[in-house]
């Protein structure tokens, strides 16, 4: 029987890369990235690049599209990789979508011409996305009420879906899915008080802009060919710095922006997580040791306590083992 993989989910800054990497050490393995900004070059420190080796990271040049879709196929190949060499493949990251594509399956929509997506785009520049947006309420209004007037590429998205094949967006998502879920033990790590996660996002964030996040940035700017309506530059913290290269906003409101879009990442993240099935939990205190577990789909329980006395790897395995007697 083969092995489950392991995917070890999380809000950012919940402390899951080094949770992965002490892991991967004691039971030889390799560490497969599940990041939507991290695949792209040029996205280190606002993106929390780990030095640990990924696999995943840094594959697309940040003028590119890389899907949902994209990424569990390259998952699967770096899965089939890494058994093939007798490690054990972990999954780790934030990045909800890639992960439901991998495990859980993404819904059967046909391939759209893309003349018509070029329709689009001419529309919007006349236009505006707003303008579209409202068009998108009109033909399906349930997914529009989950998209920002400006989010481009989602409005884009769904519009497309529906003028190439005359069904709502919404409508292909209720259809039939292919899962894998039985393949993976899927584990959620989180501090078990909100404040302390708040705590770990200002404090990263202090740090992201003490080594280099603005320069960083201006690297992506000053190329000429990157604007905000790809996906690489509408990362957290990379749209905001954007907006202050612009000189829409200053570096304080910049900073103050990241910090409140991060934690609303945080929250959307956790909402994901609240309602994946089967998942485990490990909760952790304001130093990062996994304090309790829980077995039910969010940590909305009291759980057991668990024996943290050491907080190094040898502790944080036998948690992991606790909730993935499968791995």
């Not at 995917?7 to 950012?12: E, I, R, V």
């Not at 990497?21 to 280190?44: C, M, Q, T």
């Not at 089939?80 to 493949?89: C, E, N, Q």
Request: proline share 5%.
């Amino acid at each position: 029987m083969t092995e489950k993989v392991l995917a070890l989910m999380g809000p950012t800054a919940a402390g899951k890369s080094a949770l992965a990497e002490a892991l991967a050490e004691h039971v030889g393995g390799e560490l497969i990235s599940v990041d939507s900004a991290l695949v792209y070059r040029g996205l280190s420190i606002g993106a929390a690049k780990p030095d640990y080796p990924h696999h995943l990271v840094h594959i697309r040049d940040p003028a590119d599209v890389y899907t949902a879709a994209d990424f569990a196929r390259d998952a699967k190949a770096s899965i089939a990789d890494i058994r093939a060499r007798g490690r054990k493949p972990i999954l780790v990251g934030g990045s909800m979508l890639y992960f439901r594509a991998l495990v859980q399956g993404l819904d059967p929509i046909p391939a759209i011409d893309s003349d018509i997506r070029a329709t689009i785009e001419a529309e919007a520049k006349t236009s505006g996305w707003p303008a579209l947006h409202e068009q998108l309420t009109d033909v399906d209004p349930t997914i529009a009420a989950q998209i920002h007037p400006n989010h481009s590429q989602r409005i884009g998205r769904a519009l497309e879906v529906f003028r190439g094949t005359g069904v709502a967006l919404s409508e292909w998502q209720r259809g039939e899915t292919t899962t894998n879920a039985g393949d993976y033990e899927c584990i959620a790590m989180c501090p078990e008080d909100r404040s302390t996660l708040h705590a770990r996002i200002a404090a990263r964030l202090d740090a992201m802009f003490a080594a280099g996040l603005v320069a960083e940035v201006q690297a992506l700017y000053q190329r000429g060919d990157l604007h905000t309506d790809l996906p690489s530059m509408r990362a957290v913290g990379y749209r905001q710095v954007w907006s202050h290269l612009n000189d829409e906003i200053t570096l304080d409101e910049c900073r103050e922006k990241i910090l409140a879009a991060t934690r609303q990442l945080a929250k959307r993240q956790l909402t994901w997580l609240r309602s994946w099935p089967d998942l485990s939990w490990l909760l952790t205190d304001a130093s990062g040791q996994v304090v309790k577990t829980e077995a039910t789909e969010s940590p909305s329980t009291a759980p057991d306590e668990v024996d943290t006395a050491d907080g190094d790897g040898e502790n944080w395995l036998t948690c992991i083992n606790s909730v993935a007697r499968n791995f």
